[in-house]
Nanobody, 123 residues
Framework: VQLQASGGGLVQAGGSLRLSCAAS????????MGWFRQAPGKEREFVAA????????YCLDSVKGRFTISRDNAKNTVYLQTNSLKPEDTAVYYC?????????????????WGQGTLVTVSS
């Protein structure tokens, strides 16, 4: 599986961005998809994950109510809608994939990674 993330940019605090991650491969619909982020000088952290059907999602407490993960299996794409952005959301955002159904939150649990897209939130 190859992943290509896009949609990052510079936005003012309170603004929104929709991140996309396009996947190659015929088995996309069988993968759990996740979004992670890495701020400068910090470790990569889990943000959100979604199961194969989109019927089950899980996200980081600090983004609940602001970020929404979704997927379109017909387009082999997973999305992260980010609203009410804060300066502390500034980071490189990565999409990741792993086979199975459990919504893992650990970096080491994911087998495939995209190249990342930078989100910068100004105050």
């Amino acid at each position: 599986v190859q992943l290509q993330a896009s949609g990052g940019g510079l936005v003012q605090a309170g603004g929104s961005l929709r991140l996309s991650c396009a996947a190659s491969g015929r088995t996309f619909s069988s993968y759990v998809m996740g979004w992670f982020r890495q701020a400068p000088g910090k470790e990569r952290e889990f943000v959100a994950a979604i199961n194969w059907s989109g019927g089950s999602t899980y996200c980081l407490d600090s983004v609940k109510g602001r970020f929404t993960i979704s997927r379109d299996n017909a387009k082999n794409t997973v999305y992260l809608q980010t609203n009410s952005l804060k300066p502390e959301d500034t980071a490189v955002y990565y999409c990741a994939a792993r086979p199975g159904s459990y919504l893992h939150t650990g970096v080491a649990e994911y087998d495939y990674w995209g190249q990342g897209t930078l989100v910068t939130v100004s105050s």
